[in-house]
């Protein structure tokens, strides 16, 4: 149960605190948990920052939720590159009509 996802996702280190109880750590640091959720063949996951992460079929998924939630930001969207800022006046080459 609760395997590595795949090699874009961060190193997550799992352990089992109790028999239906997973804590997950990244670099040392909390990054959150999954449990047995109140339905049954149900799993709960919750961020490293108490968000509630839902409720999933499998341990696999509720895990992959965590793992998602334990990414930088800038890991999780195709942020665009940063703009170049120019100084003094614009050329003519720079101005947009």
Do not use: I, K
């Not at 590595?4 to 190193?11: C, E, I």
């Amino acid at each position: 149960m609760l395997s590595t996802l795949s090699s874009s996702a961060p190193a997550l280190v799992w352990r089992q605190a109790d028999a239906d109880f997973f804590v997950a750590t990244l670099d040392g640091q909390y990054a959150g948990f999954v449990t047995t959720g109140s339905a049954p063949a149900t799993f709960d996951a919750e961020s490293g920052h108490g968000a509630d992460l839902g409720t999933h079929a499998s341990p696999d998924a509720a895990a992959a939720a965590v793992a998602e939630a334990a990414r930088p930001a800038s890991a999780r969207r195709n942020a665009r590159p940063p703009r170049r800022r120019t100084r003094g006046p614009a050329s003519p080459q720079r101005v947009r009509a």
